[in-house]
T-cell receptor
C-alpha cells in the first residue's frame, strides 16, 4: 500500500513568520492529496487539498504545492497567527479513492 | 445537518470485554470509514465501506468488525478488547464519487485496562 512520510514532527515559528510542512508518498498512482488540521481535543478538518493534475493551489494564507515527479507535496502557511497552532496531517488517496493514507502529523506552535 | 456523530465520547473497557462504537451521518454519503489515532502514528484506517452492504479492510483491521446495513450507520465492534486497542477512534464519511473532503466525527477515546 501507499506510504506517506511527513516532516517535521514538530515546528515552532514566531507569529508572522512562514511555516512549511513536507510530505512524500510512494505510490505514483495516488491522485488526491488533502491536508487536515486538528486542534487539541478536536476532530481533523480539511484545510486545503490538491489533485494530481494541479501543481499548486492557494487559499488566502495557505498554499499547497505538488511535485508528481519527485512524489512530494508541501503545505505553506504564511503570516502565521497563534490560532494556526495545531497538528497538521497530510494524506494521499489510493488510486481508487477508497483509502486515505495519512502522514504521522506535524505539531505546529506559533509563538506570539 | 448534524454531520458525523459518534458515541460514546469516552469509554473504559476491561481486557476481554466487547463493545460497539456507533457512527451515524446525515449527509447521505456513500463512503464511511473508521480510523484509529495513536501518538506519533497519525490516523490509520481500520475498515471502510463504499455503500450499504459493502465493507472492506484497511491497514489495521485485526480485532475489529464492521457492518453497513444502512447508508447512515457504520458501527465498529471490538469483540475481545485488548490493551493494544487503547486509542482515539474517528469515524469519517464522504461522497464516494471522485476524491472529496472527509468529514470526521468528534472521536471516541477508548481505554482498555
Amino acid at each position: 500500500g501507499e506510504n506517506v512520510e511527513q516532516h517535521p514532527s514538530t515546528l515552532s515559528v514566531q507569529e508572522g513568520d512562514s511555516a512549511v510542512i513536507k510530505c512524500t508518498y510512494s505510490d505514483s498512482a495516488s491522485n488526491y492529496f488533502p491536508w487536515y488540521k486538528q486542534e487539541l481535543g478536536k476532530r481533523p478538518q480539511l484545510i486545503i487539498d490538491i489533485r494530481s493534475n494541479v501543481g499548486e493551489k492557494k487559499d488566502q494564507r495557505i498554499a499547497v504545492t505538488l511535485n508528481k515527479t519527485a512524489k512530494h507535496f508541501s503545505l505553506h502557511i504564511t503570516e502565521t497567527q497563534p490560532e494556526d497552532s495545531a497538528v497538521y496531517f497530510c494524506a494521499a488517496s489510493s488510486p481508487t479513492g477508497n483509502q486515505f493514507y495519512f502522514g504521522t502529523g506535524t505539531s505546529l506552535t506559533v509563538i506570539p | 445537518n448534524a454531520g458525523v456523530t459518534q458515541t460514546p465520547k469516552f469509554q473504559v473497557l476491561k481486557t476481554g470485554q466487547s463493545m460497539t462504537l456507533q457512527c451515524a451521518q446525515d449527509m447521505n454519503h456513500e463512503y464511511m470509514s473508521w480510523y484509529r489515532q495513536d501518538p506519533g502514528m497519525g490516523l490509520r484506517l481500520i475498515h471502510y465501506s463504499v455503500g450499504a452492504g459493502i465493507t472492506d479492510q484497511g491497514e489495521v483491521p485485526n480485532g475489529y468488525n464492521v457492518s453497513r446495513s444502512t447508508t447512515e450507520d457504520f458501527p465498529l465492534r471490538l469483540l475481545l478488547a485488548a490493551p493494544s486497542q487503547t486509542s482515539v477512534y474517528f469515524c469519517a464519511s464522504r461522497k464516494r464519487t471522485g476524491n472529496t473532503e472527509a468529514f470526521f466525527g468528534q472521536g471516541t477515546r477508548l481505554t482498555v485496562v
